[in-house]
């Protein structure tokens, strides 16, 4: 019940937001958040799908999606994207590559001698929050490293690359049990920055809720 503390309800009022609760077990009644979580995990199911990847990398090819998603511009913001509108800037697409694709990650140095690999091989899972920093799984290693020097090799997948086939799973269905959604963009030094936009605040006592009649459905 930590959403109907007083406290919380101030905190959205300052900022602005309405809160419209929904009767318990009735997700229905929240149709618009529920349709995206069903548009993410669809999008989630074709990834692993499409890449080979197990199960259990379902978190990484969903944070993949939103980072994508969020830089995708849509017919109700005016060909605006949803970065766009929040922050006042436009995104920069240029470092996004295919989910799954086989990444070699550079070896610092200091990290390896003259005779070792200046590379180890990996696979792309995903994006770092708020910077163009590539997430590469490394099988050998079993964990996932964070690098900026990293070369994408797009016509390749990386697991048939580096297991000699894609293992298509019976992947399951996960509930969403965070919001990604909250997702920003740094700055490149050759975008043109403007000011971020600063939620005001509303009178939201006055609201009036419209309900859109839906169509009928034959049969």
Not at 23 to 49: H, K, W
Not at 184 to 193: I, L, M, Y
Request: net charge positive.
């Amino acid at each position: 019940m930590e959403f109907c503390h007083k406290d919380f309800e101030t905190f959205l009022r300052d900022l602005g937001i309405g809160i419209e609760r929904t009767s318990v077990y009735t997700p229905e009644l929240n149709g618009i958040a529920e349709r995206f979580n069903r548009s993410s995990m669809e999008a989630v199911r074709t990834m692993l799908q499409d890449s080979g990847l197990q199960p259990r990398f379902w978190a990484e090819a969903l944070h993949a999606y939103v980072h994508t998603k969020n830089r995708c511009s849509h017919k109700l913001t005016e060909g605006k994207t949803p970065m766009e509108m929040w922050s006042g800037h436009k995104p920069s697409i240029r470092h996004c590559r295919t989910f799954g694709s086989l990444a070699y990650v550079y070896v610092p140095t200091v990290n390896r001698n003259k005779l070792q690999p200046k590379a180890k091989i990996g696979i792309l899972v995903g994006y770092v929050v708020n910077r163009r920093i590539y997430r590469v799984w490394l099988p050998k290693e079993r964990k996932v490293v964070e690098s900026i020097h990293v070369k994408i090799d797009e016509t390749k997948n990386g697991v048939k690359t580096l297991f000699g086939k894609v293992k298509h799973y019976d992947y399951a269905i996960y509930q969403l049990d965070q919001n990604l959604n909250n997702d920003s963009d740094c700055r490149a030094q050759d975008e043109k920055s403007s000011s971020p936009k600063t939620p005001s605040s509303l009178d939201i006592s006055t609201w009036i809720r419209l309900e859109k009649p839906r169509k009928k459905v034959k049969g």
